[in-house]
Each structure stands twice: as C-alpha cells, then as structure tokens.
C-alpha cells in the first residue's frame, strides 16, 4: 500500500500560481501512476493531470493544458503539480492518487482506477 498527503492549496487571486505536492509513503513510489483530480462544489470529482510510473507520458484535461504542469521525482517519493494563470474556474479541493493498475507506460485518468487517494487539498482563487 502506500499513503498520500497532499500539500500547497490555499486562496490566491487570479492569474497567480500554486504548486501542490503529493507526497507518498509505504511502497516504492515508482510502482505506481499518478493523477490529480479535483472536486468543486456541487460538481463531480473530475480529473487534472495523471502520469505515468515512470514520468515519461502526461495527460492533461483541456482545461488546465498550458497552464498546470504535472511531474514526479521518484527519488523524493512525489509528486507535483504547478499551476499557472489560475482562474476562478480553477477552485476544488485536489486530490492526488495513485494506483497500481498501471503499466510502466500506461495512463490512467479514470477515478475508478486508482486505488489509493489523499485527503485533499482545497484551492480558492478569487478575482
């Protein structure tokens, strides 16, 4: 198994930047593909950003393509996603997850796939 905190939400005014990190324990980090999904209120938990065990192969949902960037350093057992030109369309508590019903090159982007999440971490962008 392995457990995941999430870190770095918080409110930022609009057109500004947040990096959040997820942070893994238990087994190898490298084991598992990564996403991040996020939750707004009254809306369904949608996905982000996934990548592969290996860091070699990203999604990204059309909303977020140019402005989030997702990596992983397997070293440091985390993951992160930078987000840029935030807007307030962007507010939702963001989850990272992890599965290991990946192979080492496949992605993953549905939220029934993955098998280990974190609490979460709300980011409030205001105008």
């Known amino acids: 198994q392995v457990q995941l905190v999430e870190s770095g939400g918080g409110l930022v005014q609009a057109g500004g930047s947040l990096r959040l990190s997820c942070a893994a324990s238990g087994r190898t980090f490298g084991l598992y593909a990564m996403g991040w999904f996020r939750q707004a209120p009254g809306k369904e938990r949608e996905v982000v950003a996934a990548i592969t065990r290996n860091g070699g192969n990203i999604y990204y949902t059309d909303s977020v393509k140019g402005r989030f960037t997702l990596s992983r350093d397997n070293t440091r057992n985390t993951g992160y996603l930078q987000m840029s030109s935030l807007s307030l369309g962007d507010t939702a508590v963001y989850y990272c997850?992890?599965?290991?019903?990946?192979?080492?090159?496949?992605?993953?982007?549905?939220?029934?796939?993955?098998?280990?999440w974190g609490q979460g971490t709300q980011v409030t962008v205001s105008s």
């Open positions: 997850a992890a599965t290991s019903r990946a192979p080492l090159g496949g992605l993953r982007i549905d939220s029934r796939d993955y098998d280990y």
